[in-house]
């Protein structure tokens, strides 16, 4: 047997593993009454597909997937989130003698500089109307 042939068969193993490790799943929710999940017919269709042997996959169509927005931060975070944004926009503006004459002014300058900064530390969230507003920050400048 070559190299190639064994890591086909311990790849067919682990296909059988994931397509047991589905069906079982599969098998528990078919006693919930969860108003969401798909059909009988769905999950045997998609079955057929995907691996001989395999009773039933949950497929979960398109328009029942939902992407919930980031639930509002508790007061720690609000105040981490504070902190972050205060220690960004005092860098932005720490080598500059030329600043606009009020703070909200300065803010909507070093926005885009606090942005850029949030993303490169992996912060999930950005300064923007809704985070200024939960912030306690002024909103940003309008067009």
Do not use: C, Y
Not at 47 to 55: I, K, M, N, S, Y
């Amino acid at each position: 047997m070559s190299r190639r042939t064994g890591r086909n068969v311990m790849m067919s193993g682990w296909i059988k593993i994931g397509a047991e490790f589905i069906t079982a799943l599969a098998h528990q929710w078919k006693g919930s009454s969860h108003p969401n999940l798909p059909s009988e017919t769905t999950n045997s269709m998609a079955a057929e597909h995907l691996a001989p042997g395999v009773d039933s996959v949950a497929v979960w169509p398109e328009s029942q997937i939902s992407i919930k927005p980031e639930a509002s931060p508790n007061k720690q975070e609000i105040e981490r989130r504070r902190e972050i944004v205060r220690h960004f926009f005092n860098d932005f503006w720490m080598s500059t003698d030329d600043k606009p004459r009020t703070f909200a002014e300065r803010l909507n300058r070093a926005e885009d500089h606090i942005n850029e900064r949030l993303a490169a530390r992996g912060e999930t969230w950005q300064l923007d109307a809704t985070t200024r507003k939960q912030l306690g920050l002024p909103p940003p400048r309008t067009v």
